[in-house]
């Protein structure tokens, strides 16, 4: 058997993406992802995924060409050729991630969330030349199938008149009955028990409507809200107040350890986060001020799968929960997913996905909810095969764009509707 790397294949592409709302502003019509494949010299190819955008796509060119040579089981190896590829400057001083969504942007961050979809093809490509799963690769899985909550989302019925766009058959949902109709379509069509809904797009009491009528309808599931922290502690509290006795969790209430911190010192919900706490160097601090109560791991930023394995070690220790965060992606990613996420022992959240929400896909065979649940393959790598003529679709779009959609961009996408749009300030409420 031989598992050295022969060739490494880069293909960013554009896949749809309906008119979702948060607090930065709508996504795009299509967002950009890119498709990492990894072959061997037995010629098994592994995939692996990750974000798309230019700044991605400048770090994954150079680190694809050092990794030619070097053998798909080195997995610890990637880590010592990412440090060595440099990141501009210019992408990390003062920023944030694509819309200030995932928290702090860092040169090690960026370089992380390129190493995670290599990491991915690796195991994949290891796996089928093994015979094993991923999931065995990683030490074996401790549960058959892995539980996913609804993501639901203000959205509006289509992307504004005279956007090139796909149709999506959600419809709208800009208020609580909305977002009700949405969430039974959710559990019609997935089987979903628990929701989460993204907030800070309405004043926090046209939210704490909308999951006030979530309870109702659905009486004792799990319910969540995420506002991207675009509250400030004072809302946080009232949000928790009034909610309290229906959340599992709220998600980034406030934005910061420091404000999570206050906030927690103050009610009973449990917070949860993937924002504050999006990086190692982070932890320290939100643990030892009891700032978060669950962390929402993604194997994207964290660095790959056995990262998001460390991490959960880490929240075991210090009695903080472990479940998983999510922003667009597609079968890859969910795959992967699915796979550390089974061999995660004390995984008591359904995790996020937004797989639901991406009509489209790169593999021949989507990946498919049973009772809100993926099963875990047991076959080869990570059970999943790339469609060619899908993924060249799907490039193709990228090739035609004149770059506009390359990168994400939440608020110059709502700017389309409402012209004089900016990111608004923190907290919004
Ligand atoms: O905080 C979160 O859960 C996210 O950031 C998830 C996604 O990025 C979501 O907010 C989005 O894509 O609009
Ligand atoms: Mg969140």
Redo the contacts with the bound molecule.
């Keep these: 058997m031989n598992l050295t790397i022969t060739s490494v294949r880069l293909t960013p592409i554009l896949v749809a993406d309906p008119p979702?709302?948060?607090t930065?502003g709508v996504?795009q019509p299509y967002t950009p992802r890119l498709i990492v494949e990894v072959e061997t010299a037995d010629g098994i190819t592994g995939v692996g995924e990750t974000y798309g955008d230019t700044k991605y796509l400048e770090l994954a060119r150079p680190f694809a060409a050092e990794l030619v040579g070097r053998r798909v089981d080195d997995l610890n190896g990637l880590f010592t050729v990412a440090d060595e590829v440099a990141v501009d400057d210019a992408r990390v001083s003062g920023q944030v991630d694509v819309?200030g969504?995932?928290g702090v942007q860092t040169a090690d961050k960026l370089r992380l969330s390129v190493v995670s979809g290599f990491e991915v093809a690796c195991l994949d490509a290891l796996g089928k030349a093994l015979g094993l799963p991923v999931h065995a690769l990683l030490g074996g899985k401790v549960r058959d199938a892995v539980e996913y909550s609804a993501?639901l989302?203000y959205k509006w019925a289509g992307h504004p008149e005279g956007v090139a766009s796909e149709k999506d058959d959600w419809g709208a949902a800009t208020d609580p009955a909305g977002v009700v109709e949405q969430a039974r379509l959710f559990t019609e069509r997935y089987g979903f028990t628990s929701f989460?809904l993204?907030g800070g797009v309405f004043p926090p009491d046209e939210e704490i409507a909308a999951i006030r009528a979530l309870a109702e309808a659905f009486p004792g599931h799990p319910l969540r809200l995420?506002p991207?922290g675009a509250w400030s502690v004072e809302t946080s509290l009232k949000v928790a107040e009034e909610l309290g006795d229906v959340l599992e969790y709220l998600?980034?209430p406030a934005l910061g350890t420091g404000a999570m911190a206050e906030v927690s010192a103050a009610t009973g919900v449990p917070l949860a986060t993937?924002?504050c706490v999006t990086t190692f160097a982070e932890i320290k601090e939100a643990f030892t001020r009891d700032a978060v109560q669950v962390v929402?791991s993604d194997h994207h930023y964290w660095g790959g799968l056995r990262n998001t394995q460390q991490l959960a070690a880490i929240c075991r220790a210090f009695g903080v929960g472990v479940s998983m965060?999510?922003?667009?992606h597609l079968g890859i990613s969910l795959a992967a997913m699915t796979h550390v996420a089974s061999t995660v022992p004390d995984l008591h959240h359904a995790c996020?996905s937004?797989y639901p929400w991406q009509s489209e896909d790169v593999l021949t065979e989507r990946l498919t909810f049973e009772g809100g649940k993926v099963a875990v393959s047991d076959a080869p790598g990570l059970g999943v095969a790339l469609d060619r003529d899908k993924l060249a679709f799907l490039h193709q779009r990228w090739l035609d764009d004149d770059g506009a959609l390359r990168e994400r961009d939440?608020a110059a996408a709502m700017r389309v509707a409402e012209p004089g749009w900016t990111t608004p300030a923190v907290p919004r409420w």
């Design positions: 979702l709302l948060n930065q996504h819309g969504l995932r993501y989302f989460k993204k995420d991207n998600e980034d993937n924002m929402l965060h999510s922003n667009t996020d937004h939440d």
